[in-house]
């Protein structure tokens, strides 16, 4: 069982930056891929971000290319999402997730879920 906690959202202005954590309860959290998934209103929730066990590789969804990192500190139990150049559109509740599936990008690959972290941009 592991149970996310995630901090860091915020409401900020377009071109800023935030720093979203996961902070991971479990023994096992090196041996978890984390993710990162957003969900706008009335949208469905989708895809952000990867990384995987090891934190040698990460994925991410074509839209944050460049502009977000996502890192792993398996001593702390902590994942991060570094969101830089934000964007109006980025405005979504953000979601960390964790799975033993080896590098999932989909939603339904992912086993527990943190209860998201609002994320507000203003342009």
């Known amino acids: 069982q592991v149970q996310l906690v995630e901090s860091g959202g915020g409401l900020t202005q377009a071109g800023n930056s935030l720093r979203l954590s996961c902070a991971a309860s479990?023994?096992?959290?090196?041996?978890?891929?984390m993710g990162w998934f957003r969900q706008a209103p009335g949208k469905e929730r989708e895809f952000v971000a990867a990384?995987?066990?090891?934190?040698?590789?990460?994925y991410y969804a074509d839209f944050v290319k460049g502009r977000f990192t996502i890192s792993r500190d398996n001593a702390k139990n902590t994942v991060y999402l570094q969101m830089n150049s934000l964007k109006p559109e980025d405005t979504a509740v953000y979601y960390c997730?964790?799975?033993?599936?080896?590098?999932?990008?989909?939603?339904?690959?992912?086993?527990?879920w943190g209860q998201g972290s609002q994320v507000t941009v203003s342009s």
């Open positions: 997730a964790a799975t033993t599936r080896y590098g999932s990008t989909t939603k339904s690959g992912y086993d527990y």
């Open positions: 990384i995987n066990w090891r934190g040698g590789t990460s």
């Open positions: 479990g023994r096992t959290f090196s041996s978890y891929t």
